[in-house]
């Protein structure tokens, strides 16, 4: 699809309601207001086109970013271009999306410790994201004892992260426990205790992250038999 189709149909999918749900979830700047429903329905059509991707992202529509990380090719992502992406990421949502396709790259693991020692919080908290993914989509990516040094660092730094990067660590945490380390992970989180995220005006709240490990961690076993 040519970009300008692309412009088109996010616009026709975009609605005053969703624009309102994303504004509360702290999303800003230019956007049409597209569920992610619809997002789905393009990325059915347009696959993977990562010239198109790459216009969508400078595009600055953030209807269009999200999109843009949906039919980027992951692996073709650069180190510099995901940087480059990472610099304009303002929210939440616009994190976590980058961190799915970023978690895919051939430099995922450069990425993890070169955002989790940003001042940014939006980098922090997209390396955080990354490795929640790569828990339970690319556990390979890590070693068990890189793992362990996660844990360590969530468990030191977590109560004085900033307000999303401590999400971000939180769904770290219950990533290792539920795909990788459970053990370690529920001794870790039962002396973090109560993890503090503001949602702001919405109905979010943080998931607890003993009970969410063990429920997690019980499925994958019946799973594995």
């Known amino acids: 699809m040519e970009f300008a189709q692309v412009m088109t149909d996010l616009e026709s999918f975009g609605s005053a309601q969703t624009r309102k749900t994303y ?3 702290g999303s800003v700047g230019p956007m049409f207001g597209v569920k992610f429903g619809d997002l789905n329905k393009l990325v059915k059509k347009i696959k993977v086109d990562h010239d198109l991707a790459f216009e969508l992202w400078n595009s600055g529509n953030f209807d269009a970013r999200l999109l843009a990380t949906m039919v980027a090719d992951p692996a073709r992502m650069t180190l510099k271009s995901l940087t480059t992406w990472q610099k304009d990421v303002d929210c939440h949502a616009l ?7 970023a978690q895919r ?3 995922a693991q450069k990425l993890v410790a070169k955002w989790m020692s940003a001042r940014s919080e939006w980098a922090a908290a997209t ?3 990354m490795v929640a993914g790569i828990c339970r989509e690319l556990p390979a990516t890590f070693t068990k ?3 362990r040094a996660f844990l360590k660092t969530i468990e ?3 109560h004085g992260a900033k307000n999303r990067v401590r999400y971000s660590m939180n769904a770290a945490l219950i990533g290792i426990g539920s795909y990788i380390d459970e053990k370690s992970a529920l001794a870790a989180a039962g002396r973090i205790g109560v993890v503090d995220v503001d949602h702001g005006d919405t109905s979010c709240k943080t998931p607890s992250a003993v009970p ?3 429920k997690a961690a019980a499925r994958l076993r019946s799973k594995l038999g």
Do not use: F, G
Not at 95 to 101: D, Q, Y
């Open 105 to 107: 790259s051939p430099v």
């Open 212 to 214: 969410y490990i063990k």
């Open 23 to 25: 504004t509360r979830h």
């Open 145 to 147: 004892t890189e793992y």
């Open 95 to 101: 994190s976590a999306a980058l961190s799915n396709l």
């Open 127 to 129: 390396a955080w994201m």
């Open 156 to 158: 030191k730094e977590i």
